[in-house]
């Protein structure tokens, strides 16, 4: 369990004390505070830590070039610096845009020459109209009447310029629309859009001087606003004040020490029946990456259990079997390894990175024990061919192993609900689900191996003690002999037993183990045959092959990312957070200073 024993804590006082009170607290950083005042509602101007302003420090924070940062901001004006950077990049992403368009205009000018269209082609009646013509329908322009030339072709076109004072109706496609500017006026019009945005850059980069700065001063700004929401917080009455929150209990001693000096009276107490304290989750460092996916989906309730670790090691495993390829794994610890250090500069980085780690080793150690390494088989007797226990192709026993991997995996889950539920009667069902899947698994594997065929009707047994369980257990109706009673309970029973589908799909689920895994090493051999086939060719075939290994493994490596982060979070955030995870909380939100000093 990693959910942090909370106590509830309330400090009162006269009403002088309040600001220097809720100035100590915010720099304990320690509680979360509840609403007293009922005036959490009211807004307020939010100060110089608008929008802009952190938009501006994130733009400066991502240059690729950055300056060593100022450690004394002196007579530094910080809104004029967000208000530059604000200005350089709106006018950068205009410029980005024109670029692209003049890179469009230019392409689609370039086969018609560089030419200025004459004044009475720009204002007179007649007009020209230019067609890119494909070759073979080229002979229907023999047959026209209209004024018209072939400016130039390539292995597939005719470019066409036509004189009329209309667009002709019987042309094999449609006029193309270019450009009024001619070409060197456009590639004039290029050259100074690359130059101003380069000196934006110069600029960006100058400006990466206040980041540090300016990130300080919107901390300072947030603890402002903060401190204002949390004034709106107290009750005060008389000329007395009370703030109340919830604490860590380990905590609680810091916080009679407040009191103490302050002069202020405190009450600390455990959660009651009737509250509902904010769920504060704690796991070490390395796995606290854990939590960023558990509370993305939901944060669970504080008398619940924290699923951070389960959700880690599970996520690291599937992604590790839907990507299949050592070599591939290597790749991705290559990426990790170049961006290692600027990932440990916050506390959500170092936890991404601890994720991330945990997927290359388990992209690496599945892709040996498979035999993949980019799609390619050691040979016999060599040593990574030692370390080839298991066949990908064998379906009968990767599908094996991925139901039950998904009957392990949603077992724990029960097994989990009915301890959190072990004053309860119903944490019984939870055992009876345990056995119905397990059961089934088991009874599924002794008919299809003969081996353990002993193993069938003692499985079916267990299977049919964990629906009577289910049946009994499931409700949470008093027991008692009265007919409603009896009638109730046997109702919610069976309610319980309709979800045998659920169970079963649930652990059928998990087959996307093998199939996304499959998939991502049938295709990589794919592109190999096609390269081989390509190399076969020598001379262009030889640059063909290196372009469609680069190309296709490329795209192989980007879906296996794509496959196993959203396969991989399904399984543990809807199939076992569905067993295993009901209530849900909400998150602690300690009233801290966020500016350092």
């Known amino acids: ?54 938009t501006a420090w994130r733009y400066l924070e991502d240059s690729p070039v950055r300056r060593r940062p100022l450690a004394d901001a002196g007579d530094v004006d910080l809104a004029a610096v967000v208000r530059e950077a604000s200005e350089i990049r709106d006018r950068s992403h205009a410029l980005g845009e024109e670029r692209e368009q003049l890179r469009k205009a230019i392409a689609e000018r370039a086969p018609w020459g560089d030419f200025d269209l004459p004044e009475w082609a720009r204002e007179g009646a007649t007009h020209f109209w230019f067609y890119v013509i494909p070759l073979h329908q080229l002979d229907r322009m023999e047959r026209t009447s209209l004024a018209w030339r072939v400016v130039a072709r390539d292995h597939r076109f005719a470019y066409v310029v036509v ?52 990130r300080e001063w919107l901390d300072e700004a947030d603890d402002r606003a903060e401190r204002e929401r949390a004034g709106r917080l107290v009750a005060e009455r008389d000329e007395v004040f009370a703030v109340q929150g919830w604490a860590p209990q380990e905590r609680a001693a810091a916080l009679r020490k407040l009191a103490r000096d302050r002069g202020l009276a405190i009450t600390i107490a455990s959660p009651r029946a009737h509250d509902s304290p904010p769920t504060l989750l704690d796991n070490p460092v ?84 498979i035999g993949s390494y980019f799609g390619v088989v050691p040979r016999p007797g060599t040593p990574l061919a030692a370390l080839h226990v298991l066949d990908a192709e064998d379906q009968g026993l990767m599908m094996l192993i991925s139901i039950g991997i998904g009957a392990a995996h949603l077992a724990i889950a029960n097994l989990v609900n009915a301890w959190g539920r072990r004053r309860s009667a119903t944490a019984i069902a939870s055992v009876g689900w345990v056995l119905i899947i397990l059961g089934g698994f088991s009874a599924g594997v002794a008919r299809s191996y003969v081996a353990v065929a002993a193993l069938f009707r003692p499985s079916l047994a267990a299977v049919a003690l964990g629906a009577l369980l289910v049946l009994v257990f499931t409700s949470e109706q008093p027991f008692g002999l009265s ?39 049938k295709l990589a051999e794919a592109f190999n045959h096609l390269a081989a086939g390509a190399y076969a060719y020598k001379g ?55 500016a350092r000093g």
Not at 166 to 182: K, Q, T, Y
Not at 319 to 337: E, K, N, R, T
Not at 341 to 354: D, F
Not at 488 to 514: C, I, T
């Open 163 to 214: 004189v009329a004072p209309e667009p002709p109706a019987d042309m094999p496609v449609a006029p193309l629309a270019l450009d009024p500017r001619s070409l060197s006026a456009l590639r004039a019009r290029f050259a100074e859009v690359e130059r101003e945005l380069e000196e934006l850059d110069y600029r960006r980069i100058g400006l990466t001087l206040y980041r540090d700065l300016l």
């Open 540 to 594: 262009v075939g030889v640059l063909l092959a290196i372009l469609i290994l680069v190309v296709g493994h490329t795209i192989n490596f980007a879906m296996g990312i794509m496959g196993g982060v959203v396969h991989g979070l399904r399984l543990n955030v809807i199939e076992f957070f569905n067993w295993s995870l009901h209530e849900e909380g909400a998150p602690f939100r300690a009233f801290a200073k966020k």
């Open 1 to 54: 369990m990693s959910i942090v024993r909370l106590v509830k804590v309330t400090l009162y006082g006269p009403s002088a004390e309040k600001d220097a009170v809720l100035d100590e607290l915010q720099a304990l950083g320690c509680v979360h505070l509840n609403d007293l005042g009922r005036r959490a509602e009211e807004t307020r101007d939010a100060g110089p830590a608008s929008a802009d302003a952190h």
């Open 483 to 521: 007919p409603k009673l009896l009638v109730g309970r046997l109702f919610d029973g069976l309610m319980g037993l309709a979800e045998l589908s659920k169970a079963f799909g649930d652990v059928l689920s998990y087959l996307r183990l093998f199939a996304l895994g499959l998939a991502a090493i």
């Open 286 to 369: 390395a796995l606290r990456g854990g939590e960023g996916m558990v509370t993305f989906y939901k944060t669970p309730g504080y008398s619940m259990w924290d699923p951070s670790r389960a959700v880690f090691f599970g996520f690291a495993i599937f992604f590790g079997m839907i990507f299949s390829d050592a070599g591939y794994g290597l790749v991705l610890g290559i990426l990790l390894l170049a961006r290692w250090k600027r990932l440990g500069g916050s506390p959500e980085g170092v936890a991404l990175r601890g994720v991330l780690l945990a997927l290359v080793v388990a992209a690496i150690v599945y892709g040996v024990l």
